[in-house]
């Protein structure tokens, strides 16, 4: 297994446990009334609202519980990633991270104010209900979301395999929500799945990255390049969420041989890191389409990113979700954590992909091909009477052996494309369009 580089966390999926403080000369310098100094006047401001809480508010409240919720406003109002994290919120990155929870199998964030699903897992309860990214959470079972947290609606979410919960959806370009019932199953899943999509034609899904992907992904490319080179790949990151940051980079390293992939920037130094490919590669030379969307996220954003602005792959599908913070999960004394935005990301070309993403060099929007039904009256040579035989026997017919990629339009576009290459070589030319920004947020959770 390969060892981790560093421990930090994209969106809530990996658990990076870190401390941060403040250089040594911050201290003097907050002391001597500068920048960091304390404002006094908020302070009392606070301690006076904090006062007539305890005092008027029609219930009781605890000290603790309106300090936590205190702490829960101030980091809740930096960005839509950084969060004051309880034990139980701790516990509950924890059990994302390792992959096995009792839940229905989507990531959700928050999107201006609404409960959206980022991406539906694959083979999990909500990708066989049909969820898709964009669709809106409007209650779960009999409780409305617009006033839940995001932790409390992943919270609702979750729960014992076996117990089912009712969600109400919304779905773009539709004014009537539809209701869907789910039974809980535990989430344990592979993230990474390979196939042959034609003859020569590999097929590999990342669904998300976990701390195993990179070793799941040459696993993979060990059984499509065990009889030579394959004549084309297709790396599908639709609907992958993100995850853990080394990974991203090990999957880019094994198709990179060399140069920079990602690097971050932030206020601390120990923010400022770059990743660069090794020497050596996997499937060199091996003409590659990797398919994004809209659900395609963080650390799905780091691969693409790399591979387009490497030239290594043609990048085909939609706009991806734009998330390009990093965030450090920093433990506390009481057990508790802060998730806290740290630094932003950029694809070797210096793109930030934050509130931007991934624009595809080829857009391909989602569809379905079906094809036409003969209507009986078509006429070919074999119907015409003293016909001549085929020389090789039997009615001639091509043998496919194809993963039938009509029924997905992206996929079954990416591999046209690829035998396109195939029969161009050097002579293809693919377009790279400009980014233009685009306004997306939210922090993909996993119930």
Same mark, same amino acid.
């Given at each position: 297994?390969?060892?981790?580089?560093?421990?930090?966390?994209?969106?809530?999926?990996?658990?990076?446990?870190?401390?941060?403080?403040?250089?040594?000369?911050?201290?003097?310098?907050?002391?001597?009334?500068?920048?960091?100094?304390?404002?006094?006047?908020?302070?009392?401001?606070?301690?006076?609202?904090?006062?007539?809480?305890?005092?008027?508010?029609?219930?009781?409240?605890?000290?603790?519980?309106?300090?936590?919720?205190?702490?829960?406003?101030?980091?809740?109002?930096?960005?839509?990633?950084?969060?004051?994290?309880?034990?139980?919120?701790?516990?509950?990155?924890?059990?994302?991270?390792?992959?096995?929870?009792?839940?229905?199998?989507?990531?959700?964030?928050?999107?201006?104010?609404?409960?959206?699903?980022?991406?539906?897992?694959?083979?999990?309860?909500?990708?066989?209900?049909?969820?898709?990214?964009?669709?809106?959470?409007?209650?779960?079972?009999?409780?409305?979301?617009?006033?839940?947290?995001?932790?409390?609606?992943?919270?609702?979410? !979750?729960?014992?395999?076996?117990?089912?919960?009712?969600?109400?959806?919304?779905?773009?370009?539709?004014?009537?929500?539809?209701?869907?019932?789910?039974?809980?199953?535990?989430?344990?899943?592979?993230?990474?799945?390979?196939?042959?999509?034609?003859?020569?034609?590999?097929?590999?899904?990342?669904?998300?990255?976990?701390?195993?992907?990179?070793?799941?992904?040459?696993?993979?490319?060990?059984?499509?390049?065990?009889?030579?080179?394959?004549?084309?790949?297709?790396?599908?990151?639709?609907?992958?969420?993100?995850?853990?940051?080394?990974?991203?980079?090990?999957?880019?390293?094994?198709?990179?041989?060399?140069?920079?992939?990602?690097?971050?920037?932030?206020?601390?130094?120990?923010?400022?890191? !770059?990743?660069?490919?090794?020497?050596?590669?996997?499937?060199?030379?091996?003409?590659?389409?990797?398919?994004?969307?809209?659900?395609?996220?963080?650390?799905?954003?780091?691969?693409?990113?790399?591979?387009?602005?490497?030239?290594?792959?043609?990048?085909?599908?939609?706009?991806?979700?734009?998330?390009?913070?990093?965030?450090?999960?920093?433990?506390?004394?009481?057990?508790?954590?802060?998730?806290?935005?740290?630094?932003?990301?950029?694809?070797?070309?210096?793109?930030?992909?934050?509130?931007?993403?991934?624009?595809?060099?080829?857009?391909?929007?989602?569809?379905?091909?079906?094809?036409?039904?003969?209507?009986?009256?078509?006429?070919?040579?074999?119907?015409?009477?003293?016909?001549?035989?085929?020389?090789?026997?039997?009615?001639?017919?091509?043998?496919?052996?194809?993963?039938?990629?009509?029924?997905?339009?992206?996929?079954?576009?990416?591999?046209?494309?690829?035998?396109?290459?195939?029969?161009?070589?050097?002579?293809?030319?693919?377009?790279?369009?400009?980014?233009?920004?685009?306004?997306?947020?939210?922090?993909?959770? !996993?119930?």
């Amino acid at each position: 297994m390969r060892a981790s580089r560093f421990r930090w966390l994209l969106p809530a999926l990996f658990l990076g446990v870190t401390s941060l403080t403040l250089p040594a000369h911050a201290a003097p310098q907050a002391a001597a009334g500068g920048d960091d100094a304390l404002p006094v006047a908020d302070i009392q401001t606070f301690a006076e609202v904090f006062e007539r809480i305890k005092r008027a508010y029609v219930e009781k409240v605890d000290d603790a519980t309106l300090l936590r919720n205190a702490m829960r406003g101030m980091l809740g109002q930096l960005d839509p990633h950084s969060a004051y994290l309880d034990k139980q919120a701790f516990e509950a990155l924890r059990e994302t991270t390792e992959g096995q929870f009792g839940g229905v199998g989507i990531e959700v964030g928050m999107q201006d104010g609404q409960l959206t699903v980022i991406a539906p897992i694959d083979d999990t309860p909500a990708a066989r209900a049909g969820l898709q990214p964009q669709d809106t959470i409007l209650r779960i079972d009999d409780t409305p979301t617009d006033r839940l947290s995001l932790q409390e609606a992943v919270n609702l979410m !979750r729960g014992d395999a076996g117990t089912s919960i009712t969600l109400t959806i919304l779905r773009q370009g539709e004014s009537t929500p539809r209701t869907l019932t789910l039974k809980r199953q535990i989430i344990q899943t592979d993230s990474v799945k390979h196939e042959w999509l034609a003859p020569g034609y590999g097929y590999l899904r990342i669904s998300q990255f976990q701390s195993r992907t990179a070793d799941q992904v040459d696993a993979a490319l060990d059984d499509l390049t065990a009889k030579g080179a394959p004549k084309g790949l297709v790396l599908d990151l639709r609907n992958n969420p993100g995850g853990v940051l080394d990974s991203a980079v090990d999957v880019a390293d094994a198709f990179l041989d060399h140069g920079l992939i990602v690097y971050t920037e932030g206020r601390l130094p120990d923010s400022n890191l !770059r990743f660069s490919a090794k020497p050596g590669t996997r499937a060199d030379g091996v003409p590659m389409v990797v398919l994004i969307n809209g659900g395609s996220a963080s650390a799905a954003e780091i691969l693409a990113g790399a591979l387009q602005d490497r030239h290594r792959a043609v990048i085909m599908g939609t706009r991806s979700f734009g998330k390009g913070s990093v965030q450090q999960v920093m433990p506390l004394g009481n057990g508790d954590g802060l998730k806290l935005t740290t630094a932003l990301y950029y694809t070797p070309s210096g793109r930030s992909i934050q509130a931007q993403g991934i624009t595809p060099d080829i857009e391909v929007r989602r569809g379905h091909l079906e094809i036409a039904k003969d209507s009986g009256l078509a006429i070919s040579e074999s119907d015409l009477a003293g016909r001549l035989a085929n020389p090789n026997g039997g009615a001639g017919k091509a043998a496919s052996g194809d993963r039938a990629p009509l029924q997905d339009y992206q996929l079954g576009e990416a591999l046209n494309l690829l035998k396109a290459l195939n029969v161009l070589g050097d002579a293809a030319v693919i377009p790279r369009p400009p980014a233009d920004a685009t306004a997306t947020a939210g922090d993909p959770q !996993r119930p």
